[in-house]
């Protein structure tokens, strides 16, 4: 028999699929939490591990240097703080987990150390944390930076940000509140430190303020893709956050790098959870999925990665291979797929599609009896840790009820997926199996 895996859901605070008639009507409140409030109690009935939010912050302008592209086809904004909503999410379910992105290039660490032992807290232990470093030009012009630091610069800040934020969550030793009525000590002293950081990005004395949270330490999630990346996730993660792009050899060997990397730092394999995202669209396995897409839908999807990449991918023809040229300060592992894609003849539009579509180099647009196949034999061939299922890109009522109604069921009988939650934190469904 196949060996287990976990599921997380991906999403984002902002617009679900608006354009799509089917999601008008709820779209429209997005902002109130309760569209996601929703997701959230679907994803938990399904047992998923984790609901998980990606975040940028700020309007882009990668496009001709105005913000125009980007509000009329809502790319990246308008976009809500996910922080704030797991926070709510984390009343309306009791189960779930429960991860938000935050950038080490934007937040002080005890600013967001206090933030997410507080999540943690109201989540009693489903809180993680998505360490991303930022790669928008916008996003660094809204927290005082004259431009986006380069990314080796970036990941020297991260690495200091997340030392201290450990060192803060930790500052209350096991037995430090001691609540002790007779006496009449609520917190032992002895037990609680300063930290003392000074380096060279944070000045930090510490303790934290905040009451040591049931997990103590969010989970802690990164998707770096760079060789820096890579390292970081290596030392640092217990879930890191991968593409199938490449397919099965591609996912395997990410795998099997990350664990000698792992190794290198002195980490078991076993400390770290790695998934791969991956679009999923259950079809009556007739329909081709490529025909459907409308040009607004097009220019969403272009859009989007555009200002992930941080270059203006409408400049360049739909229907050639994205020049070899092209370089970008963003997300540098994304735009490397498209080159690699333009090398092999691909086009720009084709090689959108397939990231957004997802490649079906794993066979996950058709049925569902066909989807949960392919999933489970992706994995058998990986040799783990699970799937990231994506519904950010036009995702609507069908499609999710395609994953969560279809799909999971069919994994679920086949005895590869949770049929309920084990532990009650984050961490110990994660690591259940
Ligand atoms: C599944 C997944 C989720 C990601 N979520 C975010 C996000 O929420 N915000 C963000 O700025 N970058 C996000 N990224 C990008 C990575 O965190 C990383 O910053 C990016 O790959 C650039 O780093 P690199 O040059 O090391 O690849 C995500 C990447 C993946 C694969």
């Known amino acids: 028999m196949s060996k287990m895996f976990h599921l997380g859901f991906f999403s984002s605070f902002s617009p679900p699929a608006w354009h799509a008639a089917t999601d008008r009507a709820h779209g429209e409140d997005w902002w109130s939490g309760d569209y996601h ?3 959230a109690r679907r994803v938990e009935e399904a047992c998923f591990d984790f609901l998980f939010f990606e975040d940028t912050s700020g309007v882009s302008r990668t496009f001709g240097g105005l913000m125009d592209t980007d509000l009329k086809n809502s790319l990246s904004a308008p976009k809500n703080d996910p922080v704030a909503l797991i926070s709510y999410l984390s009343a309306v379910t009791t189960r779930l987990g429960l991860i938000s992105t935050a950038s080490t290039t934007l937040y002080p660490p005890y600013l967001l150390a206090r933030l997410y032992s507080t999540i943690d807290g109201l989540s009693r232990g489903r809180a993680g944390w998505n360490i991303v470093t930022s790669s ?3 996003s660094a012009h809204n927290y005082g930076y004259a431009a986006l630091p380069p990314s080796g610069e970036r990941y ?3 690495e200091e940000f997340v030392e201290v934020a450990r060192q803060l969550w930790t500052s209350w030793e096991e037995g430090a509140v001691v609540r002790d009525y007779d006496r009449g000590i609520y917190a032992d002293p002895a037990k609680v430190h300063e930290i003392n950081h000074v380096g060279k990005h944070f000045r930090v004395r510490g303790p934290l303020n905040s009451h040591p949270s049931p997990q103590r330490i969010p989970v802690l999630a990164q998707a770096g893709g760079s060789p820096r990346g890579r ?5 640092n993660a217990e879930l890191i956050m991968a593409t199938t792009i490449g397919g099965i050899e591609a996912m395997r060997a990410f795998r099997e790098d990350i664990h000698g990397r792992m190794k290198a730092f002195g980490r078991s394999p076993d400390e770290c959870r790695i998934m791969y995202a991956t679009h999923v669209h259950v079809t009556d396995g007739t329909r081709d999925l490529r025909s459907t897409v409308t040009d607004s839908q097009l220019v969403s999807m272009l859009g989007k990665h555009a200002a992930h990449i941080g270059v203006d991918l409408f400049q360049y023809d739909l229907d050639a291979p ?3 040229d092209v370089v970008a300060n963003g997300t ?4 490397d797929s498209i080159k690699e894609k333009g090398k092999q003849g691909i086009t720009l539009r084709e090689a959108i599609l397939d990231v957004c579509l997802g490649d079906d180099e794993l066979g996950l647009v058709g049925t569902a009896d066909h989807i949960a196949h392919n999933l489970a034999g992706a994995m058998d061939a990986v040799g783990g840790d699970g799937f990231i299922i994506m519904a950010t890109q036009n995702a609507n009522e069908e499609h999710v ?7 999971v069921p069919r994994l679920q009988r086949m005895g590869v997926v949770r049929t309920d939650y084990s532990g009650t934190t984050l961490r110990e469904n994660l690591f259940a199996f």
Request: hydrophobic share 45%; no cysteine.
């Open 156 to 158: 020297d800040r991260a």
């Open 136 to 138: 928008e030009e916008e």
């Open 401 to 407: 009820s395609g994953i969560i109604d279809e799909v």
């Open 332 to 335: 540098t592992s994304m735009l």
């Open 322 to 324: 994205l020049p070899q």
């Open 231 to 235: 390292d970081f996730a290596a030392q």
């Open 37 to 39: 409030a929703r997701l």
